[in-house]
């Protein structure tokens, strides 16, 4: 009777950890989107920045420096796509290894050992981790595609007939799209961080519960409190887009 309840202890727990992880992931993005609405951010710092580039970009007809730019997003993200792909790949090679690795595991385990069942839902979850990043960050390529289109079609500064505030409002229109490839990618990168997260579990409940933790504090002094969000919230006030 002892061993049932510790059982089922053991399996409150990790439906309780499993909860907190989905919990603090998707609490997070939601509060994460809703602060930048209301207060500087590196999200909002760096959309103002790409206003600001392309504003520039319609003032001159040379715009190889911009295609590289462009060029060079693209295939951040095409790496990390690359990487999701591998690592899923190297999640489904593990299916066969369980009892080894199990074996190596319950070494460093504070709590009772994964039973193989456990083991491969905790390898599911990582899997389907990975392929929500995959998703996220091929839709950043296409995007970045998107806006490399809309850079490709943008008037020149020579050409004749379009108004300023047409070209504030095509500048405006890249750089939001320029802004939603950004985010995505973001996204992306928040599902590698919180996979990190979760690669705790398989220590323990214990393990993934403070990486959640971690991690959230983490993203949130990166986009909120870093260095490099306050060097470039400095850095608005002297770009000075005329």
Same mark, same amino acid.
């Given at each position: 009777?002892?061993?049932?309840?510790?059982?089922?202890?053991?399996?409150? &727990?990790?439906?309780?950890?499993?909860?907190?992880?989905?919990?603090? @992931?998707?609490?997070?993005?939601?509060?994460?989107? %809703?602060?930048?609405?209301?207060?500087?951010?590196? $999200?909002?710092? =760096?959309?103002?920045?790409?206003?600001? @580039?392309?504003?520039? =970009? #319609?003032?001159?007809?040379?715009?190889?420096?911009?295609?590289?730019?462009?060029?060079? *997003?693209?295939?951040?993200? &095409?790496?990390?796509?690359?990487?999701?792909? #591998?690592?899923?790949?190297?999640?489904?090679?593990?299916?066969?290894?369980?009892?080894?690795?199990?074996?190596?595991?319950?070494?460093?385990? +504070?709590?009772?050992?994964?039973?193989?069942?456990?083991?491969? =839902?905790?390898?599911?979850?990582?899997?389907?981790?990975?392929? %929500?990043?995959?998703?996220?960050?091929?839709?950043?390529?296409?995007?970045?595609?998107?806006?490399?289109? *809309?850079?490709?079609?943008?008037?020149?500064?020579?050409?004749?007939?379009?108004?300023?505030?047409?070209?504030?409002? %095509?500048?405006?229109?890249?750089?939001? $799209?320029?802004? &939603?490839?950004?985010?995505?990618?973001?996204?992306? &990168?928040?599902?590698?961080?919180?996979? +990190?997260?979760?690669?705790?579990?398989? *220590?323990?409940? %214990?393990?993934? +519960? $403070?990486?959640?933790?971690?991690?959230?504090?983490? +993203?949130?002094?990166?986009?909120?409190?870093?260095?490099?969000?306050?060097? *470039?919230?400095?850095? =608005?006030?002297?770009?000075?887009?005329?």
């Amino acid at each position: 009777m002892q061993t049932e309840n510790q059982a089922l202890m053991i399996s409150q &727990l990790d439906v309780f950890t499993l909860f907190a992880f989905f919990t603090g @992931w998707l609490g997070y993005s939601i509060f994460a989107q %809703y602060q930048s609405k209301r207060k500087d951010c590196l $999200v909002s710092v =760096l959309h103002q920045f790409r206003v600001a @580039w392309m504003q520039r =970009l #319609l003032k001159r007809d040379n715009r190889i420096t911009d295609a590289s730019i462009m060029a060079n *997003l693209e295939r951040s993200s &095409l790496f990390f796509a690359s990487s999701s792909l #591998l690592i899923i790949a190297g999640l489904f090679t593990a299916f066969n290894y369980s009892e080894k690795a199990l074996g190596i595991i319950a070494d460093f385990k +504070l709590l009772s050992p994964n039973s193989q069942q456990e083991w491969e =839902l905790k390898v599911i979850v990582l899997i389907l981790i990975f392929t %929500y990043a995959f998703f996220t960050f091929t839709w950043s390529v296409r995007q970045y595609n998107f806006c490399s289109v *809309l850079v490709g079609s943008s008037p020149l500064a020579t050409d004749r007939g379009v108004s300023e505030e047409e070209r504030e409002h %095509y500048a405006q229109h890249m750089a939001k $799209v320029c802004s &939603l490839a950004a985010n995505q990618f973001n996204y992306g &990168l928040r599902a590698f961080y919180f996979a +990190l997260a979760f690669a705790g579990w398989f *220590l323990g409940p %214990y393990f993934c +519960l $403070v990486s959640i933790v971690i991690v959230v504090a983490i +993203l949130y002094r990166r986009e909120f409190r870093s260095k490099t969000f306050k060097t *470039l919230n400095r850095g =608005l006030s002297v770009k000075d887009v005329t």
